[in-house]
């Protein structure tokens, strides 16, 4: 997508206080864009959303809220339906255009939350608004669960051989950058579109080696088999009719098995195979400079 910047909008934002969506609030207003965030309450009923979408005269919606646990429940009822309940108010308000932060692993979908993604993204590609679905790769922070481990000198936990699945790692301030690319831009219009970092893509081994380098210490890592996990997804699945509990912990290993075994890169459904060529690279920062932050940080 050709960078190019959009004249000053009103833009509603939605998730101002995740991971991405705090980046997002940052880069609109550096842009000089009016920003109108929304808190979660402002989603405890549809009439509200809409009197402050109104309100705020939005042009630019964006949204970048999650459900924060993946559990199936909750990715429907946020992933879904605050979702479409933002989207009816920035109908309603005459928003131009909805942009919407999804993910690139619906392209699979076998998860709750990712079936729950999807049937929103149908409904905003029906929608009048124009649209711009946004799929990224990993986020930094998905990678990041090792460093405490690794700092304090155990190995680096991989599954099967670390070479499984492979992402193109993408910063949270080059995401912010390339969703904020999309306001007004012409070539983002009614569009899906993967994105992910700098790259090369890179596996869970190289992700350990780069660790390893940012922390000086020597490579070490530990096989974990992937199976234990669709083992545990099966056991649990066995009490999921009974109990909410057992339900919400199936579905959290298969998440766990999902990403131990899927790669985040576009899906070629041609040859069958993830495709690190075809998946777009955007921005400037590396997984190995966030590394490096991270260690010196102590
Ligand atoms: N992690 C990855 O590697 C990765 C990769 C690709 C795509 N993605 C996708 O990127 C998206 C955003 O991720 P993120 O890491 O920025 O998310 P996050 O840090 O978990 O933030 C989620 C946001 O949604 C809001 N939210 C949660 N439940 C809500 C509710 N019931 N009503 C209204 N707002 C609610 C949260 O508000 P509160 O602060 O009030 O909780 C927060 O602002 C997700 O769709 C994720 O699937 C993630």
Not at 33 to 46: C, I, M, N, V
Not at 181 to 196: C, K, S, W
Not at 261 to 276: F, H, I, K, Q
Request: charged fraction near 20%; aromatic fraction near 8%.
């Amino acid at each position: 997508m050709t960078l190019a910047a959009s004249p000053a909008r009103r833009v509603v934002l939605a998730g101002a206080s995740g991971t991405i969506g705090k980046a997002v609030a940052a880069a609109l207003a550096a842009a000089g864009h009016e920003t109108h965030a929304l808190a979660r309450a402002d989603f405890s009923s549809p009439a509200l959303l809409a009197q402050r979408v109104a309100a705020a005269r939005a042009e630019v919606v964006i949204s970048c809220i999650a459900s924060r646990s993946g559990a199936p429940s909750d990715a429907w009822a946020v992933d879904h339906d605050s979702n479409r309940a933002l989207l009816a108010a920035a109908e309603a308000a005459g928003a131009r255009q909805f942009i919407l932060l999804s993910a690139i692993c619906v392209q699979k979908p076998r998860l709750a939350f990712q079936h729950a993604k999807l049937a929103f993204e149908a409904a905003l590609v029906q929608s009048p608004i124009t649209h711009t679905i946004i799929r990224p790769t990993a986020f930094f922070k998905s990678l990041s669960g090792q460093v405490a481990r690794v700092r304090a000198g155990k190995p680096f936990l991989l599954f099967g051989d670390g070479e499984l699945t492979s992402c193109k790692p993408i910063s949270d301030a080059d995401l912010a950058r390339f969703i904020l690319a999309a306001i007004d831009n012409p070539e983002a219009a009614g569009r899906i579109l993967p994105v992910g970092g700098p790259g090369p893509a890179i596996t869970p081994r190289e992700q350990g080696e780069l660790l390893f380098a940012a922390a000086r210490r020597p490579a070490r890592f530990r096989s974990v088999s992937p199976g234990l996990f669709a083992a545990a997804a099966r056991v649990l699945g066995l009490g999921a009719g009974l109990s909410p509990w057992c339900a919400a912990k199936a579905e959290y290993a298969r998440i766990a098995h999902y990403y131990a075994t899927e790669s985040m890169l576009v899906w070629d459904p041609a040859s069958g195979r993830y495709r690190a060529d075809l998946t777009p690279e955007f921005g400037s920062e590396t997984l190995s400079d966030h590394y490096r932050r991270l260690m010196a940080k102590g």
